[in-house]
């Protein structure tokens, strides 16, 4: 399983930027996404440890040899077990900020100026490249969260969205984007399942769609069978050759997915993970990692694809 096992652990948190607290850490869960959900931080405090306040920021470093920067956190939840200890919840993002309140509005001007805005309002950086994000639309957010609404720009758009270290991540999938590779042996693992499943792979796609003038409107991208149809709203054929292209992407990317468990490392979600399996190397891209510390062991469990 590599020399980790044999190098004991680091970690530190710090609270609202200290160092110093009275948090009495007795274990650290902490689970890492690509896209789609917010990343979690969760502590078990002693029973005589002093609770942080909600939105409070906590900061996460881990490591072997040294210290390294795992994320930004805030407190949205504190559970008090009487006589043993506190379990103490966190986010990578300030809900009390808004993030998740339902709006109604209507952006125009560029996807990437829409997103910037967003960010904006939530005391956000933004780390954003992706193909569309030059394209003019009218984006319209109705009854609709600003979280709701990023994901959902998302998926029209085959990207990666998510929120970490107070920074807004809207990314191409398989963009080489700042992504780490990380390179993992099935004998380094202390439990690996991989699941490989049959699909269909169209040469092409056609997207029909109703104008503003009543009209069915159809587009195609790509050539040839087997062809795959769907009805969309669209606002134009530009919106839907854009939601076309990234569909049929989508629809023939790798159908490969499993998990594996390991001695725990400085490793992320949306990284490459070379796996070496059988005297042969593939490539995923890592989904979820989880990590989990206490005083005695580090373990990781992960999800690729």
């Not at 999938?173 to 993992?184: N, S």
Request: glycine share 6%; proline share 2%.
């Amino acid at each position: 399983m590599g020399l980790e096992q044999y190098i004991a652990p680091l970690w530190r948190v710090s609270l609202n930027g200290k160092k110093s607290h009275n948090l009495n850490i007795t274990q650290v869960r902490y689970s890492d996404f690509e896209k789609d959900n917010i990343d979690t931080l969760c502590l078990e405090l002693a029973p005589n440890a002093t609770p942080p306040n909600f939105g409070d920021r906590i900061e996460l470093f881990m490591g072997r040899n040294a210290l390294y920067f795992f994320g930004a956190f805030y407190v949205s939840a504190i559970k008090e077990q009487y006589k043993r200890g506190f379990s103490i919840d966190c986010t990578s993002i300030d809900y009390t900020k808004g993030f998740k309140v339902k709006k109604s509005r209507t952006f125009e001007g560029s996807i990437a100026d829409c997103i910037r805005s967003i960010a904006r309002e939530n005391n956000l950086k933004t780390k954003l490249d992706f193909r569309y994000a030059q394209s003019i639309e009218v984006i319209e957010q109705v009854d609709e969260s600003d979280s709701a609404l990023l994901h959902r720009l998302a998926d029209e758009l085959f990207c990666t969205c998510k929120v970490s270290n107070d920074t807004l991540i809207f990314l191409d999938k398989g963009k080489e984007f700042d992504r780490r590779t990380y390179a993992i042996n099935a004998d380094e693992c202390i439990s690996l399942d991989i699941e490989t499943f049959a699909a269909t792979r169209y040469k092409s796609i056609e997207l029909t769609y109703t104008d503003s003038e009543g009209n069915a409107r159809s587009v195609k991208v790509g050539s040839g069978e087997p062809l795959y149809k769907l009805h969309r709203f669209a606002k134009d054929d530009t919106h839907a050759l854009q939601m076309a292209t990234t569909k049929l992407e989508t629809l023939n990317s790798k159908h490969i997915k499993g998990s594996l468990s390991a001695v725990g490392r400085v490793l992320f979600a949306g990284g490459y993970l070379n796996l070496t399996f059988k005297g042969k190397i593939s490539r995923h891209t890592i989904t979820q990692v989880t990590h989990s510390l206490d005083s005695s062991a580090w373990n990781m469990e992960l999800n690729f694809e």
